[in-house]
């Protein structure tokens, strides 16, 4: 793969008229090469005090060293298996034990799983334009491992790994330290790498990683600052994140951040990463003084697990409402190429002395995306220009109740019924949107009238107006696959004190509003979630900006509908316009890849699989379990099974009744979980519910009868 996708590179610039000299172009792409460190079993205290670590990575830079010292990227996969065997009826490996987490090695017909091999098609593009790039095995210890009280999903020890990496780098870099730089690296790391200009990408529960990567290092108390020396992490990029997996809130705030959503996730089914990207709306000082952007990019179709080559089947059924990018088992060209061709421009845009800002435009809704990502499948954008600051103000967040905007101030309703609500599942708990629902009883004149206090809004300074938006399942929408063209229209204008209006913009052609789509696993994981709309102001005509005392969004043109509206917010920094440039097109693979198709599993299973559940009540202090039991008296639940439990980056559900656990603990070989739970919360769990346990909504959810107390 690496030879293809250097002379693609190549063959690229050339085609541009640059000159290439000695296969390396003056500012990229260069000719790549790969090296490795590992340094396994070690006692890493400032990583975890309970297990070893490894400190294992490969490093993708440039061949030729000239212009260094170059910008780094660190790269951290999520949990999965960490020791792997060949299925010849799938023809892939399936990764189903972690013997290799606890103990350094995997049984007889298995392989150590690469988990960070996964990302070679990313890294490779990115170490062709001047990147040193470092993706981090994170198997022994921490992926798969028993989680903490504190740290439920091993995401702070995640932060801690990527620190301890940086720091071992920095070593390397300035020429100190105990540990030498090994031959497998494959050049002399002396003074390559600028700690000025650090970049991270993180999947699925190594993107809440990278967040706490962030945050511990800005701690008081770190000790990682004096350990590496002066480091500026500009951004973070997250595929399919998990969030609230550990004690702390993280966010990526005064850095770049884009997350990336696969919306048939059937692992992190309910996209955590959006709770991320919500939050943004309410931070402000100390962090986010810089102007960083930050935003989503949901891609339909997209599965969790193809992003990672390594990762060999599919977490999901299937997708509702939008035609998969991903085989059952195998890998998917069309899906590497999404996020080939939206992290390669955001770090090009963010990271580097010679970092082009306009590589951005991407992610900005305004813009039109390019043919490389428009002829796979469609998307949705979700974008803040800057942090919540005098640049970008928030003007309503549907905190009020129905009828009230944020201040107090009656809203205007004709023909629709709009209540103020919490927005869908996936987003963060105090995410509002107004829910505006008509049917065909409804008149034909139908409008929502968001009305400012006082003398209304001044936005005389300000280039665009923008406001988050998404439709819910109205008619038989929700039957039928996405169309080309989107399910709904409206428009918006700006409202003058006087009553009048301005001119009426339309949606189409400037966003596509669709149904919700999400894993063929039931309607209730369909996705409401909010992109956004940005309207630049000088495309309102007949109002005064100066006095706009509302906005109004009418809907005329559906006999039935339902539409949620958003934060709606104002800003000075101008959007982004017209088509974005294409990246380089991702090379092809060498090895073809295997397009294999799988029958659906049953939906839930009992006896054929042997289940059982046993409780054990602990004498003393139980060990703090990623449920989060610790103290004297806590319960372990103690599920078993003949058909193993996969490995994933949400944490397993148990209900009992209607009560749930999150959390649990599988044995190396997949088929026993282990949840511990406070004595106290076991008390609430109803004597004689019903158990059944959800993994991920490839599996079938398996059932243990009735809890016995």
């Known amino acids: 793969m690496g030879r293809l996708l250097r002379c693609a590179a190549l063959a690229a610039v050339a085609a541009l008229g640059t000159v290439v000299n000695d296969a390396q172009a003056v500012e990229g792409p260069y000719e790549v090469r790969t090296g490795s460190y590992m340094l396994p079993g070690r006692d890493e205290p400032l990583v975890a005090t309970d297990r070893k670590v490894d400190l294992w990575a490969e490093v993708y830079r440039p061949k030729t060293l000239k212009g260094k010292p170059f910008p780094i990227l660190v790269f951290l996969h999520g949990n999965h298996g960490t020791c792997g065997t060949y299925d010849p009826v799938r023809r892939v490996r399936v990764d189903n034990r972690s013997d290799y987490t606890r103990t350094g090695v995997c049984p007889e017909n298995y392989v150590i799983t690469p988990n960070h091999l996964g990302y070679a098609y990313l890294a490779e593009e990115l170490a062709s334009w001047g990147y040193v790039v470092v993706s981090i095995n994170a198997n022994r210890g921490v992926t798969a491992g028993t989680g903490l009280t504190e740290d439920r999903g091993l995401n702070l020890m995640r932060g801690r790994l990527i620190l301890r990496h940086l720091a071992l780098l920095s070593d390397w870099n300035s020429g100190r330290g105990d540990i030498a730089p090994p031959k497998t690296l494959g050049f002399k790391p002396l003074g390559t790498m600028d700690f000025s200009e650090v970049g991270i990408m993180g999947h699925s529960r190594g993107g809440e990683g990278a967040r706490a990567a962030l945050q511990q290092f800005r701690d008081a108390t770190s000790p990682f600052p004096g350990l590496i020396g002066p480091m500026n992490i500009k951004s973070i990029f997250e595929i399919g994140p998990v969030d609230g997996q550990t004690s702390r809130v993280l966010d990526a705030n005064g850095v770049n951040s884009m997350i990336l959503l696969p919306s048939c996730d059937g692992d992190v089914y309910n996209l955590q990463g959006m709770k991320v990207f919500d939050r943004t709306f309410d931070r402000a000082a100390p962090f986010d003084t810089t102007q960083a952007f930050h935003g989503t990019f949901e891609v339909k179709g997209a599965n969790h697990n193809a992003y990672n080559t390594e990762w060999q089947t599919s977490d999901s059924p299937g997708c509702l409402g939008v035609k998969n990018l991903f085989p059952a088992a195998g890998f998917s060209k069309d899906q590497k190429a999404t996020a080939f061709h939206t992290m390669v421009p955001f770090f090009r845009a963010t990271v580097g002395k010679n970092a082009d800002p306009a590589l951005a435009a991407i992610f900005d809704p305004a813009t039109t995306l390019p043919a490389t990502l428009s002829d796979i499948t469609k998307y949705n954008r979700g974008y803040l220009p800057g942090p919540n600051n005098e640049k970008t103000e928030m003007l309503e967040r549907f905190s009020q109740e129905s009828g009230l905007s944020d201040s107090g101030v009656p809203t205007t309703v004709t023909g629709v019924t709009v209540t103020n609500q919490q927005a869908s599942y996936e987003h963060q708990l105090g995410t509002r949107v107004a829910r505006v629902t008509w049917d065909e009883s409804s008149p034909s004149e139908r409008f929502f009238q968001l009305n400012f206090a006082g003398k209304g809004?001044?936005?005389?300074?300000?280039?665009?107006?923008?406001?988050?938006?998404?439709?819910?399942?109205?008619?038989?929408?929700?039957?039928?696959?996405?169309?080309?063209k989107g399910e709904m229209d409206f428009t918006v204008a700006l409202v003058a004190a006087d009553g009048t209006l301005s001119n009426e913009l339309a949606m189409v052609g400037r966003t596509r509003l669709s149904r919700p789509v999400g894993p063929a696993y039931g309607t209730q994981y369909l996705h409401e979630t909010l992109y956004t709309v940005e309207l630049p102001l000088e495309d309102f005509e007949g109002v005064d900006l100066g006095a706009v005392a509302g906005v109004r969004f009418t809907f005329e043109k559906k006999r039935s509908g339902v539409v949620n509206i958003g934060t709606i917010s104002k800003s000075t920094l101008p959007a982004a316009t017209g088509d974005?440039?294409?990246?380089?097109?991702?090379?092809?693979?060498?090895?073809?890849?295997?397009?294999?198709?799988?029958?659906?599993?049953?939906?839930?299973?009992?006896?054929?699989?042997?289940?059982?559940?046993?409780?054990?009540?602990?004498?003393?202090?139980s060990s703090a379990r990623s449920s989060g039991g610790s103290g004297d008296g806590a319960v372990e639940i103690v599920l078993s099974t003949k058909r193993p439990f996969p490995f994933t980056g949400a944490l397993p559900t148990l209900t009992v009744g209607g009560e749930t656990v999150e959390g649990g603990d599988i044995s190396v070989d997949g088929k026993t979980m282990t949840i511990s739970v406070p004595a106290k919360d076991f008390a609430k769990l109803p004597d004689g519910g019903e158990v059944s346990l959800f993994v991920q909504a490839s599996s079938p959810v398996w059932k243990f009868g009735k809890l016995a107390k």
């Open 457 to 484: 809004q001044n936005l005389t300074s300000y280039k665009t107006l923008a406001f988050r938006a998404s439709l819910g399942c109205f008619a038989n929408i929700c039957n039928k696959k996405q169309s080309k």
């Open 580 to 621: 974005v440039d294409q990246e380089p097109a991702m090379a092809e693979a060498e090895t073809p890849e295997a397009i294999l198709t799988a029958s659906a599993a049953p939906r839930t299973t009992a006896g054929a699989d042997s289940n059982r559940i046993r409780i054990v009540r602990a004498s003393g202090p």
